[in-house]
């Protein structure tokens, strides 16, 4: 197996909390170095409020404390930028201009520099100084709105679509190409990444919803949001679900086959009050077992038709095992990196404790024991 693939990138993180370290956390497990720059004063905010969470997205990490207002912790991170790939940060439009951080200042000390900014609304418009979390970002997206039951409320999901998938995944995605342009080009960019603009960006089936209808399909009604009974989920007999995806008729018929109730094939695959009949028939079809021995009947016969698990059980689930995403420390499970490669390693690593690289990286950097010991001093580091 050769090197991680990313080995030899240099990124300074100044992100907190979990979309921008999310980002990072992939960067690291692909073999980048991934220099967290945290406040000294407790660093980031995850260290204390989500202490589980902080060491999930930050393992593979160097830990270093900067505060950056202070002109001198500022003078030691121009040092850092020297030599580095990428910057990201998470901070609202203009802080780090005003810090003398800014991607502007930043790329005269290094012009190949990838400075990445990953917020909220993005660098423009009218939205771009407020605050938000991810729930605001899928609100205003339509993401929210469309998310639960006909004639139900909206309702919250345990998945952070606008911080992970909007956020940190488009950010990497950006950084990653904006890296090989500067090898190539030797310029770098800033990579302007906006939560909602990204989650927007994922709402495929919504948009084209609009382009064919000319307007949105009401919550819990458009195709795969519970519109059409065989892309659907059902109760069993014991309370816990299925979730049916026989989208395509050959899986539907497969089902039937399976069931053994072939008439159902006859019945509309539609939305709306003409798939009315079947959703009622898999409805009380359904409740006559319980979601394991669906499970038992349905898994070989190709009909798409699988238990809904719990985050526990998902862990536990054999497919799960047999991949190697799931690992333990201290009886604890840990979640790796979900991307194979042939012939390379992902990186690992562990979480670092607060400033635990601060001063070899400094020195590394050519900081001198009496610049180290002003800056100690004066609190900066």
Same mark, same amino acid.
């Given at each position: ?9 240099? &990124? =300074? ?25 945290? *406040? ?16 999930? +997205? ?10 950056? %207002?202070q002109p001198q912790a500022v003078a030691a991170f121009h040092k850092l930028v020297e ?24 790329? =005269?000390?290094?012009?190949?520099? +990838?400075?990445?900014?990953?917020? !909220? ?26 998310? !639960?039951? +006909?004639?139900?409320?909206p309702v919250l999901s345990n998945f952070q679509s606008a911080d992970l998938a909007g ?103 539609? #939305? ?8 009622? $028939? ?8 319980? %979601?394991?021995?669906? *499970?038992? =009947? ?8 699988? !238990?809904?698990?719990? #985050?526990? *059980? ?19 499970p840990l979640l790796d990196l979900p991307i194979k490669f042939s012939n390379a390693e992902?990186? !690992? ?11 070899? &990286?400094?020195?590394? $950097?050519?900081?001198? *024991? ?12």
């Open positions: 197996m050769s090197n991680p693939l990313l080995s030899g990138i240099r &990124v =300074l993180d100044l992100t907190r909390l979990l979309p921008g370290p999310f980002c990072s956390f992939y960067l690291a497990q692909l073999g980048a170095e991934v220099i967290k720059l945290e *406040e000294p004063q407790g660093g980031d905010y995850a260290r204390m409020l989500a202490p589980e969470l902080f060491m999930l +997205v930050n393992r593979g990490k160097k830990s270093v404390t900067l505060d950056l %207002r030599d580095a790939d990428v910057v990201i940060e998470s901070f609202r439009p203009g802080v780090m201009d005003k810090l003398g951080c800014g991607y502007q200042q930043l790329k =005269l000390i290094n012009p190949r520099l +990838v400075y990445a900014a990953l917020t !909220g609304y993005g660098q423009t418009g009218p939205y771009k100084d407020r605050a938000g979390h991810d729930m605001n970002y899928c609100a205003y997206a339509g993401l929210l709105e469309q998310t !639960g039951a +006909v004639d139900g409320p956020g940190a995944l488009t950010c990497a995605l950006g950084i990653l190409a904006a890296v090989i342009g500067a090898r190539t080009s030797g310029q770098g960019t800033l990579v302007d990444v906006g939560m909602l603009d990204g989650t927007l960006a994922l709402q495929a089936l919504s948009l084209a919803t609009i382009r064919t209808m000319g307007r949105s399909a009401k919550r819990g009604s458009d195709m795969l949001s519970g519109g059409l009974a065989n892309y659907n989920i059902y109760a069993c007999a014991d309370g816990k679900h299925v979730a049916m995806a026989a989208l395509e008729p050959k899986f539907f018929f497969n089902f039937c086959q399976a069931v053994g109730k072939p008439e159902l094939a006859g019945l509309p695959l539609s #939305p709306g009050p003409d798939g009315a009949a079947l959703r009622s $028939a898999l409805e009380t079809l359904f409740k006559t077992r319980s %979601r394991d021995e669906w *499970e038992l =009947l349905l898994a070989d016969r190709d009909c798409c038709v699988s !238990g809904i698990y719990s #985050p526990q *059980e998902a862990l536990d689930n054999p497919q799960v095992k047999a991949r190697g995403l799931i690992r333990s420390e201290d009886g604890k992902n990186a !690992g690593g562990d979480c670092p404790r607060l400033g635990a690289d601060t001063i070899a &990286v400094l020195a590394a $950097a050519g900081i001198d *024991e009496t610049e180290l010991a002003a800056l100690s001093a004066a609190s900066a580091i």
